[in-house]
């Protein structure tokens, strides 16, 4: 990525099969951003119909970001680069799954506020991304009956936290899916990732690995995160991403399970 001399750390030594995966500050990613022409014209209509100008600027700081990112990775120019949207359900083009026709990468994109989450892989794969409340109320539909039993076991205070572990997790793994309006989150029992860094869960005929990580360091509060994919694979974190030198992304990681 030379355009704006933005240069991820070590993407060129990336292993085969491994998940890339990268958290971002949108609101550092887009101050150091001094040309925005590559962001397609339906991610600016929609960034037009939002109200807030700084809900606006990070929507298309992720999408300048995704862009950047698979260029990177597949050799190409992020003007050139042509992102598709198809949804599963009523087979409308201007929302559902990202994907780039033809091209051997999946990739899957997760914001809160002002931080993000991206991640690349050969195959099917899936992050989402909460910032820790503490006063948080857990959502029970959402919950299969194991996840409740196991919320209902922990001290009240750490129920919030619990409810959003899972959250993550859920949502990672319908991403991964392709998720369609058929999917109903509490279907997805992840209860495991209440004491454990990752689970195993079937859905749409294929198992599911989902690992739970969390980054502390962030003024939000702590950020949870979940990455599911279908390979068990290693996720390899790319950290430094500097833009015009600035480092973008302020990361620290605990120990991610290569099982
Ligand atoms: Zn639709």
Do not use: Y
């Not at 990268?22 to 040309?35: I, N």
């Not at 700081?61 to 992020?78: D, F, M, N, W």
């Not at 919030?160 to 999917?183: H, I, P, Q, S, Y």
Request: hydrophobic share 40%.
């Amino acid at each position: 990525v030379n355009r704006t001399g933005a240069s991820p750390e070590g993407t060129t030594g990336r292993r085969r099969g491994e998940i890339e995966f990268f958290v971002v500050d949108l609101d550092a990613w887009a101050a150091a951003w001094p040309d925005d022409s590559d962001v397609a014209a339906i991610d600016r209509s929609e960034a037009n119909r939002l109200r807030r100008p700084e809900q606006a600027r990070r929507l298309l700081a992720r999408r300048s970001v995704v862009r950047s990112l698979l260029a990177e990775r597949l050799g190409t120019e992020p003007a050139g680069l042509v992102v598709s949207r198809l949804c599963p359900t009523c087979g409308a083009t201007d929302h559902g799954k990202p994907f780039v026709s033809g091209a051997p990468v999946s990739f899957s994109v997760a914001s809160s506020g002002g931080v993000a989450a991206f991640a690349l892989s050969e195959s099917a794969v899936g992050v989402d991304l909460e910032v820790e409340d503490p006063k948080l109320t857990p959502q029970r539909r959402a919950m299969a009956e194991r996840e409740l039993r196991g919320l209902a076991a922990l001290p009240v205070g750490r129920r919030g936290t619990g409810f959003l572990r899972l959250w993550t997790a859920k949502e990672a793994v319908l991403k991964a899916a392709g998720r369609t309006l058929a999917d109903d989150p509490s279907t997805v029992d992840v209860a495991e990732l209440l004491w454990s860094r990752s689970a195993v869960v079937a859905l749409g005929h294929r198992r599911w690995h989902v690992r739970h990580l969390a980054i502390d360091d962030r003024s939000e509060g702590t950020v949870l995160l979940a990455v599911a994919d279908d390979l068990r694979r290693p996720v390899s974190m790319r950290s430094a991403w500097s833009v015009g030198g600035a480092r973008v992304s302020s990361t620290t990681f605990p120990g991610v399970p290569s099982t």
